[in-house]
């Protein structure tokens, strides 16, 4: 049995790794679809296997309260977990922010590489794009949605073959709603992913990362909430 502690902690380095390999992909990338969207999907099966036996591999409050809504997480456990993976998520854009003081991101201007400023860098902070707030907001409750009722039916199937390769379904999930999300939004689908990177991101965005954050915890909530109501009312078995 692991303490809530370890659990935590767990949760905190996890959702470090995956901000870290994700953001920072789309950071070196120009936000380049394939390798961001593997980068996620990678980083989230890598810590299934990891961590996964001391947390569960959540690495994101969409997923806890995912669990709070189906009734396999207590309120308080639903919290803690968010509060670690934030922290978590915090770290890893400072990471990101130090790597861009020394350099790690170039910009072409004036007809030659620079090293790219920390208010020229958006820590691929996510953003409504062409869409209005409506229609990120939408993006990411169905994005959500898919991926956490994912999360949901692998890990409480009957079926060994599937229990056993759950973190590899989740990283394939993650990745395919990546795949479309990243011409959308930026894919969120995680709150403690997009926060970290709105705050950093505010010399690039003018404020707009911020502004549209709330998109980002809203959405991916919602998205949760729709996914455990699905999973009870009419996959989850009866008795």
């Known amino acids: 049995m692991y303490s809530n502690t370890q659990k935590y902690a767990a949760e905190a380095f996890g959702t470090f790794v995956l901000v870290f390999f994700g953001c920072g992909t789309a950071m070196v990338t120009g936000a380049a679809t394939v390798p961001t969207a593997l980068a996620f999907g990678l980083s989230i099966l890598v810590a299934a296997y990891t ?3 001391i947390s569960g591999a959540h690495l994101n409050p969409a997923v806890s309260f995912g669990l709070f809504f189906d009734g396999r997480l207590s309120i308080g456990e639903a919290v803690g977990y968010t509060i670690s993976q934030v922290i978590g998520a915090f770290i890893a854009t400072l990471c990101h922010v130090v790597l861009v003081l020394c350099g790690a991101i170039q910009i072409y201007e004036d ?3 620079a090293k790219a400023t920390i208010s020229e860098v958006n820590f691929g ?3 409504f794009g062409d ?3 409506i229609g990120a907001l939408l993006t990411e409750i169905i994005l959500t949605f898919v991926f956490v009722l994912v999360v949901l039916c692998v890990t409480q199937s009957d079926d060994e073959g599937t229990s056993k390769h759950a973190g590899l379904f989740i990283g394939a999930a993650l990745t395919f ?3 479309i999300g990243i011409g959308l939004t930026g ?3 995680n709150p403690a992913r997009s926060i970290a990177p709105a705050v950093f991101a505010i010399g690039k965005t003018d404020g707009s990362s911020l502004l549209q954050l ?3 915890i809203v959405g991916p909530l919602a998205g ?3 996914a455990a109501f699905l999973n009870t009312a009419l996959i989850k078995k009866k008795g």
Request: net charge negative; glycine share 12%; hydrophobic share 55%.
């Open 51 to 53: 961590i996964g036996p």
């Open 111 to 113: 007809g030659e590489y």
């Open 125 to 127: 902070a996510n953003g």
């Open 131 to 133: 869409l209005n707030f």
């Open 177 to 179: 709603v990546h795949l």
């Open 187 to 189: 894919t969120s689908v």
């Open 214 to 216: 709330w998109v980002f």
């Open 224 to 226: 949760a909430f729709l």
